[in-house]
């Protein structure tokens, strides 16, 4: 019993800290168009001719899956014909931090706080 | 007063006033025998990264007061806009160098805090001169620049124009033009004028291996494409 209470915590801590580096990459790459909400209202965003997504928006992000999230964050809107406003992150991110936002992503559209 | 409640009103300030928040910027002045290099290390490297990597590990606080890293400036800067830029610092990065502290949202969408913003120290001529000199010896990385091919030119401004800003997306996050584009990476209207050819194509080409963990993306192209916005970076400066 002991030790599955103490599973069950280190999963809780586990998931809370890929949550927290999940927020810092998202601050750090995505803000900057996606906005601090992630609502696609970033500082960048009044300069673009194409609106970033609203990663806040239940119904659409519901459209896309997980992997689908991957491969437009890993190789840019330009792989899957969308606009190349939405750049390629595999140079700077690698495959599991990658992973780790899009978990974050699906955090932002479509968990309670 | 007793020097303990000295000393507690000294830590009140200096821990009530960020560098961004007073608006009378900190004056340096040289004068003879200035050690260069003690200098930087005392009034500079606290907010500059002195090797890769550094700063990604600071808290919010100090990330806020970060500028972009100097260890390599010999092999990025133009000495005469460094010259020039230390007598008279004028803001490069609109949302500073890590926009993230510098943002909040609102409902009309994400506006930058310019309060937050650091007010750089001033150098008076006889020190920058001194300091541009010795920012120029840091060229860690002379070799990448040295295998560059590049022979700079001046393209038609329209369709170099149309690449930055439709085909490649830079205007996404850089000004081309005082006031037009995104404002989450430098100003790149004055970008020829402060950094070496070599340097933007090898910056462009690959961010990171300059400066590990940047903000900057990838474009993936090829040099010839990279060569023409730089030339096209060129261009503009000289319009």
Same mark, same amino acid.
């Given at each position: ?113 | ?43 500079? +490297? ?35 806009? +460094? ?22 949202? *609102? ?30 010896? +840091? *060229? ?21 124009? +149309? ?5 490649? =997306? ?9 006031? /037009? ?5 430098? /100003? ?24 590990? =963990? *940047? ?19 060129? *261009?503009?400066?000289?319009?």
């Amino acid at each position: 019993m002991r030790i599955l209470v103490m599973i069950v915590m280190l999963i809780a801590v586990a998931g809370s800290a890929m949550a927290q580096e999940g927020r810092l990459l998202y601050e750090r790459y995505c803000v900057q168009c996606h906005g601090v909400e992630g609502t696609g209202k970033g500082i960048n965003a009044p300069h673009m001719s194409v609106f970033p997504r609203d990663h806040t928006d239940r119904t659409e992000m519901m459209g896309r899956s997980d992997e689908e999230l991957f491969r437009v964050i890993r190789n840019g809107g330009a792989s899957i014909n969308q606009s190349v406003l939405m750049p390629a992150w595999s140079h700077n991110l690698d495959d599991d931090q990658i992973h780790v936002l899009v978990r974050y992503l699906r955090e932002l559209c479509c968990e309670e706080p | 007063m007793s020097t303990a409640r000295w000393l507690f009103i000294g830590a009140l300030l200096v821990l009530g006033a960020p560098a961004g928040a007073d608006d009378s910027p900190r004056y340096f002045k040289g004068g003879a025998g200035t050690d260069v290099a003690a200098f930087v290390k005392e009034n500079c +490297l606290a907010c500059h990264a002195v090797k890769p990597g550094d700063g990604a590990s600071h808290s919010p606080a100090i990330r806020a007061e970060l500028g972009p890293p100097l260890y390599y400036a010999g092999d990025k800067y133009r000495e005469e806009w +460094l010259l020039e830029w230390l007598q008279a610092p004028e803001r490069i990065r609109p949302a500073g160098y890590y926009p993230p502290t510098h943002v909040r949202a *609102t409902p009309e969408g994400d506006v930058i805090d310019e309060a937050s913003l650091v007010n750089h120290p001033v150098l008076d001529a006889k020190l920058a001169e001194e300091v541009a000199r010795y920012l120029m010896t +840091l *060229t860690p990385y002379a070799d990448r620049l040295a295998e560059e091919d590049y022979e700079p030119s001046t393209v038609p401004l329209r369709m170099a124009r +149309l690449d930055f800003r439709r085909f490649k =997306g830079c205007v996404a996050c850089h000004q081309d033009v005082k006031g /037009e584009g995104g404002v989450s990476g430098p /100003e790149l209207y004055s970008a020829w004028s402060r950094l070496q050819p070599e340097f933007i194509v090898s910056f462009v080409r690959s961010p990171g291996q300059w400066n590990p =963990g *940047t903000m900057m993306p990838v474009l993936e192209m090829n040099d010839a494409a990279i060569h023409r916005l730089a030339n096209y970076l060129k *261009t503009i400066a000289e319009e």
